[in-house]
Structures are given as C-alpha cells and as structure tokens.
C-alpha cells in the first residue's frame, strides 16, 4: 500500500475507517466479556471529548505544557488517596498495566545494583498467576523470573512457596490484587510480611483490581487488604483504562516513597541534542490520555463508581450461582472482584467458546497452565449486567453442543507426531506442520478457533510461545 498521490475527502476517509472495523467484536452490544470496559454513552462521549481536547499537547515537556503537567499531578493524587496512601507516596501516570510493572520493575531492579551490587543474576519471584506482563518485563530488563505454585482451590499466590523461592539474589516479590485468570486477591498481608523480614521490594499488582477493590470493600464485601495500608508494600500498579473507565492508554504506578521513585526515572544528556528526561518510558505522549483518564474520575465520581460497582458484583453473584449448580462447569476459585473462570469436565471448553461465538457471545478461553485447567474467563461489565440470564442459558446450550464434538483428539496427534521436539531448533517446515494440524494455515483467521487452542493446550509451554511467535511474526503483514 501507497500514500494516495492526493488527500482523501473528509467524509472518504471516515467512510474507510468505519469499513475497516466491520469484522471487529460487536463491543457496545454488550455481548463482549472480556477486553472491553464500557462507561455507557454518556461518559464514554465526556471522555473522548476530553481526549480529543488534549490530543496535540505534548506530555514531553512539563515546562512547556504545564497543563498536562498538572493533570497528571492530580490524576496521580487522585489515585494515591484511593489506595490509602499517604504523604510520602510519589507515582506517575504511564500509558498502561505493562508500562506500570516494566517500571516498577527496572526500579527494584536498579535499587538492587545500587544497595546489593553483589547480586549478578537477580531474580523475581512469581506466583504462576502473575501477569505475564512481569516476564515480559524480565525478558526486557534481563532478569530472571522464578515461577511458584499457587494454592490450587483458591488460586491465591502461597505464601511459604513463595518464602521457598526467596535467595540471595532476590529482587522483587509481587502479589496479585486481583489476578486475571481468576480474580482473586493473594494474601499481599503475608507477603508484606515476608518483604520486610528480607528486606526485599514487594510489588501489588492492582492493574485490574486496585481501583474497583475499594468499592466492593466499601459495599461490606470481604476484600483481602492490598493497598499501602498493608507494611511491606513498595509499589502498586492501578489500571484506570480497565475499571476506572478511562480511554485506553491510562495507568498508575505508586512507590510508598519518592526515594523508591528515583529508580525510575531516566535522564541522557549524551548527545548532540536536547537533554532527555523522562519519568516512564514513552517520551513524546500525548496528553489525551491523561486528560481522559482524569475526565473519566471527575465525571464518573464516586458515587458512580460505587453504583457501578455494586451492578456488577450482583450480576457476578448470579453467575457463579449458576455455575455452582451447573453438572458440568466448575467455577475456579472464588471471586473477589468481577472476574471469574470456570473449567468443564468431560468436555471441551474451547469448543464451548465457539458455540459461545455461535451464538454471538465473546467469551475468552485460557489455556492450561500449572494447577489451573483449560477455562473460560469471563469478565463480568456494566453494559454486559442485562444479559446475563441470556448469557447464562446460552452458555447451557453450548455446553451439550459441545458435548456431542470431539475433544482430545487432535492433543493426541499432536503428541505422537511431535512430542519429543526441542522448541529451540524446531524448524520452520514444522511449526507449518503444527498449524496446519490446527487449521490455521493460510491467510485467513480459522473459523473454528477450538482446533488451534486445543494444539496450543496440549504443547509444552517453550512450543506453544515458539509457535505463537512465528505466528504473530506472520500476522503483521505488510503488502508492498
Ligand atoms: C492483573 C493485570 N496486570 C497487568 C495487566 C496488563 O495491563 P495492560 O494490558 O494494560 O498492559 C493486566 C491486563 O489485563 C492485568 O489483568
């Protein structure tokens, strides 16, 4: 593809970018449970106004715009004084969750060389349950993650393996509040316990739950203790793009002192140009997003919030009742927060989810990992609340559709044909081999997704990332 040799007409290129979302996930239907976090109409039109008035200021340079300056100040109190900090807290606005662990995890890294340089492989220590965003962020920042199991009836991080896993060369405990995969909170209480006794840097992970917990807490719920009230906590990542409504591109991350801060920040005069000084890792932004996310907070309000709060947790009641009694599906854990999974037993969960999309319904599958089985995660949001007993009778439907197709068939082929494979010499020939097996050669994503996820299952973890890789290596294709 070309720039056209002149402009398209307004109205041309409008029409365009409309086509090109035809086949995207129908979101504001409601339909969508996961991915999507839906304000409604009304906020959603405040805060792409918002966006869109700040779009061309330049978060680059504070002396310059100090307007974005001071939205992100007060965005970040905003954010501090929702997690009970107190005056010693010192944080920034980042463009997300991954942006918010990547940082607190080059400061407990670079805190490390500056009071332990004795440490020459520093490690992280994670519940298999954290975000994969903290491997990502050891894969950038060369360090070494060390996985430990998880209870596997509540899903919650376990303290002695994680106390196990501790050496001496330590950098960085994390804890969930609330895990992705099954929405609960780990006992963070313990594990700040554990930090202070080795003197380690515990970070919360709050992306997804930081900013809803104190609203289900508020409702009467019991919500472990997570926030800076807890000793022994260092750092907190809040997302305000999931549940605080915001545009995307909108995160938080807290360090109990400006001194832990420090580690974060990075400055180059090393050049011919102008001296860079930048807290997180994009350098030129735009001010949209913060802009946003602070509309998002001063529209929505608190009493908002708690509303939405109290709508979701009510649907998320009804649905775990339904899984409950269900003879087939097994909820995973229980919920603290508006995120679940449940497994199925003799039955494929995958093909579950294209009956699901059958029927019009996103729902997201995960794979096997550790303790926790193949499963379907739901997060459970304001605009998706009346569906639910639609949802919840569709979803019995699937299941014996489901029943009545086959399952472990192709995880069978796989290992016979491909067992033994070592994933750091696999050849391209096979990969192709795999995919193929799984429907997923060719240009076009496969109708059926059910075939790949179960090759996926049924490869070992290094398989699995090798070949989704290549596959994504794949996907970006650009036409000359
Ligand atoms: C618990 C948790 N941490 C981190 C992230 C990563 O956030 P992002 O996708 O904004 O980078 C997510 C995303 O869903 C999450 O659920």
């Excluded at 007060?74 to 969750?97: K, N, R, Y």
């Excluded at 739950?209 to 750092?235: E, I, K, N, T």
């Excluded at 599906?329 to 294209?354: C, E, I, K, W």
């Excluded at 299941?399 to 399952?407: E, G, I, T």
Aim: net charge negative.
């Amino acid at each position: 593809m070309r720039i056209p040799e002149h402009g398209l007409a307004r109205q041309e290129l409008f029409e365009l970018l409309e086509r090109h979302r035809a086949d995207d996930m129908p979101w504001r239907t409601g339909r969508t449970w996961a991915y999507v976090y839906d304000p409604g109409p009304e906020a959603e039109s405040v805060i792409k106004d918002a966006f869109t008035a700040y779009l061309s200021e330049n978060g680059l340079d504070p002396t310059v715009f100090p307007s974005a300056l001071r939205l992100e100040n007060e965005v970040v109190s905003m954010a501090a004084a929702h997690l009970h900090a107190d005056g010693d807290v010192a944080g920034s606005f980042t463009s997300g969750g991954t942006e918010s662990i990547m940082l607190a995890v080059k400061a407990a890294r670079d805190r490390a060389r500056e009071l332990r340089p004795d440490i020459d492989r520093p490690e992280v220590v994670l519940p298999e349950t954290a975000h994969a965003a903290f491997q990502k962020a050891c894969h950038y920042l060369g360090l070494h993650p060390v996985l430990v199991p998880v209870d596997p009836v509540s899903f919650r991080a376990d303290p002695d393996a994680v106390a196990a896993a501790v050496t001496d060369s330590t950098v960085l405990l994390v804890g969930s509040a609330i895990s992705y995969a099954h929405g609960v909170v780990d006992p963070i209480e313990e594990l700040g316990r554990l930090a202070l006794e080795r003197d380690l840097w515990l970070h919360v992970d709050g992306c997804m739950g930081g900013f809803l917990l104190q609203y289900v807490a508020r409702l009467g719920r019991p919500v472990p203790a997570y926030d800076f009230r807890v000793p022994g906590v260092s750092s907190i990542s809040m997302d305000l793009h999931k549940y605080a409504f915001a545009a995307k591109g909108a995160s938080t991350v807290l360090y109990r002192t400006k001194d832990l801060r420090r580690h974060q920040m990075y400055a180059c005069s090393n050049w011919t140009g102008y001296t860079v000084i930048n807290p997180t890792i994009q350098s030129t932004k735009s001010a949209g997003p913060v802009a946003a996310a602070w509309a998002a907070l001063q529209f929505i309000g608190d009493d908002g919030y708690l509303a939405w709060t109290r709508q979701v947790l009510a649907a998320t009641d009804r649905i775990v009742a339904h899984l409950d009694a269900h003879p087939d599906l097994r909820l995973l854990g229980r919920p603290d927060m508006n995120l679940l999974s449940f497994a199925a037993d003799g039955l494929s969960v995958f093909h579950v989810v294209d009956e699901m999309r059958e029927r019009d319904w996103y729902v997201q599958p995960q794979l096997a990992f550790g303790s926790s089985p193949e499963n379907i995660h739901l997060s459970i949001n304001p605009a998706s609340v009346r569906w639910v007993d639609e949802m919840l009778a569709d979803l019995d439907a699937s299941v014996v559709s489901a029943r009545d197709l086959p399952s472990g068939e192709l995880a069978a082929a796989i290992d016979a044909e491909f067992g033994g494979i070592d994933p750091d010499t696999v050849s391209g020939e096979t990969i192709e081999a795999m995919l193929a097996l799984a429907g997923a050669s060719g240009d076009a994503l496969p109708e059926r997704m059910a075939p790949v996820n179960e090759v996926l299952n049924a490869l070992p973890v290094p398989l699995r990332e090798r070949l989704l890789v290549l596959y994504l290596n794949d996907l970006f294709r650009q036409s000359p």
